[in-house]
């Protein structure tokens, strides 16, 4: 039986990545993490509802020591969320060190732990020019690194690595993910602000996809 063991933000990339496990594996674990952002309390409300939908086992992880340690604008203990383009270098400011690392390593431990062969991750192509540990050559060489840390050969999936935003929301639609359960807006609140950097990407998305956006904008 092939099991898989989903980085699940609640986000729209993950929710899409989630949903196309569902199809592809015989088993599917949804791993959440919480470690301070300003929006993670949204992402995790929007990951119970994604996962209760899709009758997906969600399990928590909370990683407060990188509120309280790390530097970024994106946490509670750090500045201001910058508004303007995805890739513009102010969103510099929302990267969090080593994120992805620490969340695939505690990711990799519990795939082994319950039998997963495979962790899967929805980094894409949009993500490279602003966050380092998204990046097609970083998750090669982190593969590579849980390989030669462990005994399981787990192997890390990272589907979306060659694709845009627009191709995810795409494929979202197709295969009928519940993207409008899901969460985005760096600034948390009851609506997407519209107005960050991820608002922004995910409005362009579905307009370049040509798909319906079911998003309900503060603006």
């Given at each position: 039986?092939?099991?898989?063991?989903?980085?699940?933000?609640?986000?729209?990339?993950?929710?899409?990545?989630?949903?196309?496990?569902?199809?592809?594996f015989d088993e599917v674990v949804a791993l959440?993490f919480s470690y301070g952002s300003k929006h993670?309390?949204?992402?995790?409300?929007?990951?119970?509802?994604?996962?209760?939908?899709?009758?997906?086992?969600?399990?928590?992880?909370?990683?407060?020591?990188?509120?309280?340690?790390?530097?970024?604008?994106?946490?509670?203990?750090?500045?201001?969320?910058?508004?303007?383009?995805?890739?513009?270098?102010?969103?510099?400011?929302?990267?969090?060190?080593?994120?992805?690392?620490?969340?695939?390593?505690?990711?990799?431990?519990?795939?082994?732990?319950?039998?997963?062969?495979?962790?899967?991750?929805?980094?894409?192509?949009?993500?490279?020019?602003?966050?380092?540990?998204?990046?097609?050559?970083?998750?090669?060489?982190?593969?590579?690194?849980?390989?030669?840390?462990?005994?399981?050969?787990?192997?890390?999936?990272?589907?979306?690595?060659?694709?845009?935003?627009?191709?995810?929301?795409?494929?979202?639609?197709?295969?009928?993910?519940?993207?409008?359960?899901?969460?985005?807006?760096?600034?948390?609140?009851?609506?997407?602000?519209?107005?960050?950097?991820?608002?922004?990407?995910?409005?362009?998305?579905?307009?370049?996809?040509?798909?319906?956006?079911?998003?309900?904008?503060?603006?």
């Amino acid at each position: 039986m092939s099991k898989v063991v989903v980085v699940y933000s609640g986000g729209l990339d993950s929710t899409v990545l989630l949903t196309k496990c569902i199809k592809e594996f015989d088993e599917v674990v949804a791993l959440n993490f919480s470690y301070g952002s300003k929006h993670n309390k949204e992402e995790r409300e929007a990951a119970h509802k994604v996962c209760s939908k899709l009758n997906i086992e969600l399990v928590l992880v909370d990683l407060p020591f990188v509120n309280e340690l790390f530097k970024s604008d994106l946490l509670k203990s750090g500045g201001d969320v910058p508004e303007g383009h995805y890739e513009d270098e102010s969103m510099k400011r929302t990267v969090v060190p080593f994120r992805n690392s620490i969340m695939l390593s505690i990711t990799a431990g519990f795939a082994e732990s319950i039998g997963a062969k495979y962790i899967a991750i929805a980094n894409h192509k949009g993500d490279r020019s602003i966050y380092p540990d998204c990046r097609k050559e970083y998750i090669k060489a982190f593969s590579e690194g849980i390989k030669l840390g462990g005994y399981g050969e787990i192997i890390i999936l990272s589907p979306f690595v060659d694709k845009t935003k627009a191709e995810i929301a795409k494929l979202g639609s197709e295969i009928r993910a519940p993207m409008e359960l899901s969460w985005s807006c760096y600034k948390g609140g009851e609506k997407h602000c519209g107005k960050c950097g991820t608002c922004q990407e995910r409005v362009e998305a579905f307009i370049l996809a040509g798909v319906p956006d079911p998003t309900e904008y503060d603006t």
